[in-house]
C-alpha cells in the first residue's frame, strides 16, 4: 500500500483521498455503504476527516492481511479511546493469530501443490521431447 502523507489537511475530498490512498473512489464509496467510512456530506459532496483517513489505512491494511471487511468493521467499531482501546487491540490480536495460521496452512498446502506440479513438469519432459523428435 502505497499512500501520499495527508496528516496535514483536515479534510480531504474524494479526489484527494483517492490520489492520497491510490483507491477508486467506487471504493470509497462502497466502504460507505458497508459503514466503514462516514464522510461528511455537504450536498453531493464527500469530505474525508482525519479519522476517516485512519480508518481507510486500517481498512487497506486488513485487506492486504486477508481479513473479511465484517471483521474490520467489527474490530473498527470497538475503538474507544478512552479505555485505551484495551477491547480493540485484543480483538485485533485475536484476529490476527486466527489469520496468520490460516496464511500458514495455506502456504504449506501451496508448497505441497508447487512440488507436485514440478514433479509433474519434470517427469513429462522426456515424453514431450519423445513426441517432438518422433514428429520430425
Not at 21 to 40: G, H, N, Q, S
Not at 82 to 88: D, L, R, T
Not at 126 to 136: D, I, M, R, S, Y
Request: with cysteine.
Amino acid at each position: 500500500m502505497t499512500f501520499k502523507d495527508p496528516s496535514h489537511q483536515d479534510v480531504m475530498t474524494i479526489r484527494e483521498m483517492c490520489d492520497a490512498y491510490d483507491v477508486t473512489p467506487r471504493t470509497l464509496r462502497f466502504y460507505e455503504a458497508k459503514e466503514l467510512l462516514m464522510p461528511i456530506r455537504q450536498g453531493t459532496r464527500r469530505l474525508y476527516t482525519r479519522r476517516d483517513r485512519a480508518r481507510l489505512a486500517l481498512i487497506l491494511r486488513g485487506k492486504r492481511f486477508g481479513f473479511s471487511l465484517e471483521d474490520i468493521r467489527q474490530t473498527l467499531d470497538l475503538y474507544d479511546r478512552e479505555s485505551g482501546n484495551v477491547v480493540q487491540l485484543q480483538r485485533t490480536w485475536i484476529l490476527a493469530q486466527e489469520r496468520l495460521e490460516a496464511m500458514r496452512a495455506q502456504r504449506a498446502e501451496l508448497d505441497i501443490a508447487i512440488d507436485e506440479l514440478q514433479r509433474e513438469l519434470e517427469a513429462s519432459t522426456p515424453l514431450l521431447a519423445a513426441v517432438a523428435k518422433a514428429a520430425e
